[in-house]
């Protein structure tokens, strides 16, 4: 295929349910009554909801035509850098929906709930095989939950062993809910820059790494798809000083099988099981973010605890050292039960392998597109490339421009202005289940595009032209937004 994805289509108008209703009709027949009426009472029975009278037809093609509006990754590439907006097998889908597991109440009894301890109790197992880690807790709902987690086992490290402290490192590549998570423990966060080679060097480490610093926060790989080649180093620098290493994990698609985070020298590592381990990410939800921890932060873990005995698994809170609760039950158990169905379908061969596809697919994207655009480091890449529009806005062409022109190509923008070490970014993760195919349809958009700039660059001025809805005034979106319906 070598024609692009991008058209303008059949796209129809769709008004508010409230302008299609009329009076009378009604989309489904209800039994005859067998028991007598009885009016309501009418304090009850004033003041309701004004829904909208429609036909079966008028629901079907309402929520049909809005579906038609979307955009995901069932309907294409999604090259989101820094999320991992990956096909999933549907497999996963249909394990989570099984009745047993989809229909579980979480106040069943232990003794009825066996198959879904046994199924987390195992989880929290491939989980620390593969992260090289000790033991874990699939209890945090999301990614920055997860953070918060690893950020607390840490305070209650130190606690436990008399050290007030009050700081905490955070590299200018890590993830920006980072500072965040360790602010809301009481921990200072601490700037660190990271090198002209884009990760940080032991000696930046060293200089503000003290006795008053519980530790470090790193991103590995950083945001901008580099390899921590220091990290066992400046894990020694920080261990040295007393303090722990606590690892994102977001990043883990691009190292599956191939690094271990434990012998690293982390301590702490939370992992997003919607991104790496198969769950349509986005729209906030839901996600997972399970947290593994060394041997010696174990006992610190939240409860309760998924444990085995004679092969009766139990949720257990004797733990008089935990953190405590993080929420009410137990996270979000059907990305769970997808996680588990993926990396028991995948085995230890296909998790490596995905990886080492997301690399290569990143590295053919960064070598194919760097005489075309800024590449700020010129250097390996693992799951995502970077790029600037350096070269674009001598034109007055923005990052802004090229994303929104690339929306007419039938492909979904990738992530913009973010890492913010990187003036302009344009941050592109491909992952493991793109084509070459689309990948090079992908590549010469961006070339397209690229061109453009150069000769009509009005044309990405006002792009996109082909969606329904085309450039937006964002600056009065911002000042002056419309939230009503």
């Known amino acids: 295929m070598k024609t692009s994805s991008g058209t303008t289509g059949l796209i129809l108008n769709e008004p508010l349910l409230w302008e299609k209703g009329q009076k009378g009709r009604c989309a489904f027949s209800f ?19 004004d829904f909208p009278d429609l036909g079966e037809v008028d629901v079907v093609r309402h929520y049909t035509r809005l579906s038609q509006w979307n955009f995901g990754v069932d309907t294409g590439m999604y090259p989101l850098g820094s999320c991992t907006m990956k096909y999933n097998p549907k497999i996963n889908e249909k394990m989570a929906g099984l009745k047993g597991l989809a229909g579980a109440h979480p106040l069943l009894a232990g003794h009825l709930s066996q198959g879904a301890l046994k199924m987390m109790f195992e989880l929290e197992g491939l989980l620390t095989e593969i992260t090289g880690m000790d033991a874990a807790t699939l209890q945090p709902a999301a990614g920055a939950h997860g953070e ?14 008399g050290s007030a402290r009050t700081k905490i490192i955070v590299p200018d590549t890590a993830h920006g809910t980072n500072p965040a998570s360790a602010a809301l423990c009481g921990y200072q966060p601490v700037s660190v820059a990271s090198s002209e080679q884009g990760i940080l060097s032991p000696e930046a480490i060293a200089a503000v790494m003290d006795e008053d610093t519980a530790g470090i926060m790193v991103t590995n790989p950083n945001t901008l798809g580099l390899f921590e080649e220091n990290i066992r180093q400046i894990a020694g620098i920080v261990h040295e000083k007393g303090g722990q290493v606590y690892c994102d994990g977001a990043n883990m698609n691009a190292v599956m099988g191939i690094v271990s985070m434990g012998a690293m020298g982390v301590d702490v590592l939370h992992l997003n099981l919607h991104k790496t381990f198969s769950t349509p990410h986005g729209c906030g939800g839901p996600g997972s973010g399970p947290v593994c921890v060394r041997e010696h932060l174990a006992r610190f873990l939240p409860v309760p605890r998924v444990i085995e005995k004679n092969g009766v698994y139990a949720l257990s809170e004797d733990c008089p050292e935990s953190i405590g609760k993080l929420h009410a039950f137990y996270g979000n158990f059907g990305v769970m039960v997808k996680a588990y169905s993926y990396i028991r379908t995948m085995g230890a061969d296909g998790l490596k392998k995905a990886s080492q596809l997301a690399v290569l697919n990143a590295n053919y994207i960064k070598e194919r597109l760097k005489d075309v ?55 592109i993760e491909p992952t493991e289940t793109e084509s070459k195919e689309n990948i090079d349809l992908f590549i010469e958009a961006l070339k397209s595009i690229a061109r453009e700039a150069e000769e009509n660059p009005e044309l990405l001025r006002q792009a996109p032209h082909k969606p329904k809805v085309t450039r937006l005034d964002e600056v009065a979106a911002a000042r002056k937004p419309q939230l009503a319906g």
């Open 148 to 161: 918060l987690t690893g950020m607390l086992v840490i305070h209650a490290y130190h606690q436990s062993r």
């Open 31 to 49: 039994p005859e009554d067998d028991v007598d009426s009885s009016p309501l009472d009418p304090e009850l029975a004033s003041g309701g909801p």
């Open 373 to 427: 655009f800024h590449l700020p480091y010129d250097r390996p890449c693992m799951h995502e490339c970077v790029f600037s529009d350096k070269i674009q806005s001598a034109g007055k062409i923005t990052t802004l421009d090229m994303a929104k022109r690339l929306m007419d190509y039938g492909f979904h923008p990738p992530t913009i202005y973010f890492p913010l070490v990187v003036h302009g970014a344009l941050m």
